[in-house]
């Protein structure tokens, strides 16, 4: 059974930086497109970055530049730097492999 559960979730300034993490278990970790998404309050659901099997990544255009993907296989962990936050970053961050995932980790940038 797949399972993934975040942490490094927390409040922090605007400017500040975060470092999420999902911790993986059940499946073939490096075979498969990995992901986080994020939803704010009242609006949908949005994907923030994925990562490949093969190592590629894609970011979406609100977070290049300031959010970083990564995955480490020895540890079944995928992790998600976040740097220069800003408000409109605030939100549920949530790790994701196919139909399956986490309970998610909140995220309040804030001042």
């Known amino acids: 059974q797949v399972q993934l559960v975040e942490s490094g979730g927390g409040l922090v300034q605007p400017g500040g930086s975060l470092r999420l993490s999902c911790l993986a278990s059940g499946f073939v970790f490096n075979l498969n497109t990995m992901a986080w998404h994020r939803q704010a309050p009242g609006k949908e659901r949005e994907l923030v970055a994925r990562?490949?099997?093969?190592?590629?990544?894609k970011y979406a255009d609100s977070v290049s530049g300031r959010f970083t993907i990564s995955r480490d296989a020895a540890k079944m962990t995928l992790d998600l730097q976040m740097n220069d936050l800003k408000p409109e970053d605030t939100a549920v961050y949530y790790c994701?492999?196919?139909?399956?995932w986490g309970k998610g980790t909140l995220v309040t940038v804030s001042s």
């Open positions: 990562v490949t099997g093969g190592g590629s990544t």
């Open positions: 994701n492999i196919g139909p399956f």
